[in-house]
């Protein structure tokens, strides 16, 4: 759930000899993790909110249309903010406005407004989407273009980690032990201090990133891009193609795990209570995570081109 890119320099395979990228690696792939983490929460969230608000599954589903409509809004202003300001600056406007959305569902559970809470998650979802544009390209510039690909994997994998541990502790944290929503019908109280709690996280860790010394990444100019000003995007049909299946991936990869939970629960499936139900969808995530790691290591000597092929005939 992190494919946003935008334009950048590679090294050569001299200099990347020459230059030590463990650090930022590790710093940006940090934020991979969290990401995942915070993007994850959402499953456990729409049938905590599903309950509280005695929603439809219709009306459940605006928080997933509300966070990952950010994605396309926010986008293109955010590629234009990295572009003029550089990775780093887009890295920390991303932590500082997912953190006020974090913030903001403070007030949505003491004003109980559902569109509060739909507000709070666009604006954690812009954040997001500022540190993938700034993260993505930087990630896959450290270092030489033939490995670009494995790195991001590599990445990937690492916040399909995040995605993995985020059912498991969220059902903690929004369902406690009380095992269903019976008990407290109607109270949003539990999804107070995890949010309060991510807020701090995302600011201590724009501080410590504002004090880091990270490489700087010339960008390509507009007339030097593989789509040069004045082209038509007709002419780059593999980008467009690139664009649709990550569409149909991310729609597919989003719808399943975010009706696991109420999947598993239904009495007519499964019968679990939702903090039971919860737990399961790490396993759903965790299989993402292996095979992102898998990928990471096949990239090495598939192109990726042949990889997508592969998995494509795969799914269907």
Known sequence: MSELNTNQTFVTDSESENKNYLLPLTAMTTLFFLWGFITVLNDVLIPRLKGVFDLSYTEAMMIQFCFFSAYFVVSLPAGALVKRFGYKNGVLSGLVIASLGCLMFYPAVVVHEF???????FVLASGITILQVSANPYVAALGPAKTASSRLNLAQALNSLGTTIGPYVGALLLFGTAGTLAADAGNADNVKV???ILAGALLTIAIVFAFLKL????????????????HSLKEAPHLLFGVAAIFCYVGGEVAIGSFLVNYFADANIAGLEEHAAAKLIAYY???????????????QKVAPSNALLFNAICIM
Do not use: Q
Request: aromatic share 12%; net charge negative; with cysteine.
């Open 115 to 121: 569109w509060l809470f739909l507000t709070a998650l």
């Open 194 to 196: 995890p949010y309060l």
């Open 285 to 299: 995530w965790g299989g993402a995570m292996v095979g992102r790691f898998i990928g990471s290591a096949v990239l």
């Open 215 to 230: 490489p700087v990444i010339a960008e390509h100019t507009e007339e030097k891009d593989c789509v040069a000003k004045g």
